[in-house]
């Protein structure tokens, strides 16, 4: 979506946090893939939890692969995620 893809540029360009929740977002394979590439050049942020969303493991080794450049990110929580369609 054009939020997640406003949310990921300006994660990408982030000087200052550290910590991230996006809990219970909706956020899906698509959004993990934006982050994933924020991360990849953020070297600021040290938490991410994206508990309870709905990223496939596409997504989430998107993310992983990511933090072979991440050199800052110290907890990551992707617990709970939900396939789309099922609660």
Known sequence: TELSELMAKALAKNTVLERLELVKCDLDKNDAILI???LEVNQTLRVLNLQNNKITNEG??????????N???????????QQAGLR
Do not use: H
């Open 36 to 38: 994933a590439k924020a």
């Open 60 to 69: 989430a080794t998107a993310i992983a692969q990511s933090l072979r450049q």
């Open 71 to 81: 050199k800052s990110l110290t907890e990551l929580n992707l617990l709970g995620q």
